[in-house]
C-alpha cells in the first residue's frame, strides 16, 4: 500500500531571474520508511520578465541529516517546468534513481531560469515501503 507523500503545496519563489531557492531544514522529509518514491512537480505559476518562455528547475536532494546546510546534501534528480499559455505544467520524478542512493531526509531546491521571476509549485506523490 502507497501513502501519500507532500513535500510542497503551493510554494511561491520570487526574485530575479537565476536566483535558486532551497526549502527550509526543519521542513525537510523523512522518508527513511520508503524504499521508492514517485512524485509529481506541478507548477499552477510561472511568471514572465522578458520575451522569453518562463522556466524553473525543481531539483530533489537528498541526506541522512536535516541540521546542516553542507555538501552533505546531494541531487538525485530534476525537472524543468516550463511556463506559457497552458498552465498548470507538471514533470514526474521517481526515487530512488539508478546509482544515486535515497538517504533519511529529502528536500526540494528551486532554479528561476533566463526570463522567469515568479513560480508556484507543488510536490506530492506516492511513497511505497516495499
Not at 68 to 90: Q, R
Not at 91 to 112: D, N, V
Request: charge should be negative.
Amino acid at each position: 500500500m502507497a501513502d501519500i507523500l507532500t513535500i510542497a503545496t503551493n510554494v511561491t519563489v520570487k526574485g530575479s531571474p537565476l536566483d535558486k531557492f532551497d526549502q527550509p531544514l526543519n521542513e525537510a522529509i523523512d522518508v527513511s520508511a520508503y524504499k521508492t518514491i514517485n512524485l509529481q512537480v506541478t507548477g499552477s505559476a510561472i511568471n514572465n520578465t522578458g520575451s522569453g518562455t518562463p522556466s524553473v528547475k525543481i531539483k530533489i536532494f537528498t541526506s541522512m541529516s536535516n541540521t546542516s546546510e553542507d555538501d552533505s546534501w546531494i541531487e538525485i534528480k530534476d525537472v524543468l517546468l516550463t511556463g506559457g499559455s497552458k498552465l498548470p505544467v507538471w514533470g514526474t520524478i521517481e526515487l530512488p534513481q539508478s546509482l544515486k542512493p535515497l538517504f533519511r531526509y529529502i528536500r526540494w531546491h528551486a532554479e528561476l531560469q533566463t526570463d522567469t521571476s515568479q513560480v508556484t509549485f507543488s510536490i506530492q506523490g506516492l511513497a511505497y515501503a516495499t
